[in-house]
């Protein structure tokens, strides 16, 4: 039996390879002069060069077509070439399945460079590109570093329910589920599948508190959805979320373990995935119109120094204080008790701080009832992660530990109490402090690939319109 390896295990270790024979598969990339095919598999980035036998070349050159996947049988030598330092010597090729050089023509495997756009238009070819092979390694790098950061430090993984009858967040649209016929009005939902209204979850927060309050320190991973009619390039419709909940962590403990992880995750993907990021690096710099990217100096820059922090009172601050001495106009006007607006995000930390900002202490009209109230009684125990160009990319806070507060927030948002009192019983057997946030998965994603639009970093992307394939 001939062992068969990834591309990525044969370049890893290339001088071991030299002259053992292996077997390798995967898709044609190209096909020059008769003899050399470069495939790729997936594993990697970088292509392998075959070179076929003359004897070979008779029986299946015809048949080769960029995108054909082959498995190839043959000896690894050292290349004559200067562009890679091992080949593969064939003596034996399987096609496995060609592909029709017509419908190349259409597709996004014509080897020539490709909008994002239309990239999305064939979101099942995707795969096999260049780029978005390169995101969605990333992407799994980050999943993986993020189950590690956890389990190394104490933390169980929670899996919470998709289907809920509650609105964490209380702001937006939820996505309503039900097995009743709609044609039939009005319906009876006493008589659905779970005998009431239920959605799908926008966070699994509130189940994240309960199980940290006696498993001390948990996280979830998973996707919650969000019916808004966003249609911006970091809103997506279904999207991924890890939310860290810590029983005894006040709202400082807080913001330390957000950043400690974030710039965790930054370090090990700079450490693991370097040739993927050199890759998006170049790419981002070639083709983003002159507007320097660097990808991999943006990386370090968050890396680099603390990030700033500052209260909501201090940004609005700033941000009036800016609007007088300079030109800058915002679209909207700023005043106390506003929410700040992606313009004035990116003011903050592009412009004026030019490092990510973490900004606590928001008035408590515009958060979650959740949130622990000030002794100011106007905000509460909120914090945002701004990065640049992303803006929001996490959302937390300490929350509300005392009962009798809690139940009024609740009141006061409108908040329908009922279906919470799972959620307050809580805060009457053995309530404590603690705190958590929420990362936006594909926020993070988007910033370390640097990806423009958030619908190029997943696999499958469901926006306002759109839940194609
Ligand atoms: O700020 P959000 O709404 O916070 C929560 O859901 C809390 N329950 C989290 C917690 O404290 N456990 O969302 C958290 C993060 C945002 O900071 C953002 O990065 C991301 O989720 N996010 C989105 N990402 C993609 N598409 C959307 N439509 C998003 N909405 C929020
Ligand atoms: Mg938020």
Redesign the pocket.
Known sequence: MIKKYSIKELLNKEKYFINKKVLVEGWVRSFRYSIFITINDGSTIKNLQIILSEKLEKKISKKITIGTSIRVVGIIIKSIGEKQYIELKSSDILIYGSTDPSIIQKSILQPKRHSFEKLREQAHLRFKTNIFGCVMRIRHHIAFCIHKYFHDRGFFYLHTPIITTSN??GSGKMFQITTMDLKKSPIDYEKDFFKCKTYLS??G?LE?ETAALGLGKVYTFGP?F?A?N?NTS????E?W?I?P?IAFYHLNDNINLAEDFLKFIIKYVVDKNLEDLSFLNEYLEKYKNNKKEHLLERLYLVLKFPFKRISYTEAIEILIKEEKKQSTKFFHPISWGMDLQSEHEQYLVNKYFKIPVVIFDYPSCIK?FYMRINNDEKTVRAM?ILFPDIG??????QREERYEILLQRIKDTNTDKNKLWWYLDTRRFGSAPHS?????F??LVQFITGMNN?RDVIPFPRTPNNAEF
Do not use: K
């Open positions: 964490c967040e926008v966070s927060q994240a919650v969000r808004e966003s970091r809103h997506l419709s999207f979320m939310e909940e979650a945002d929001e990319i996490i959302g937390g806070s958590g946030f929420g990362l936006g594909d926020r958030i």
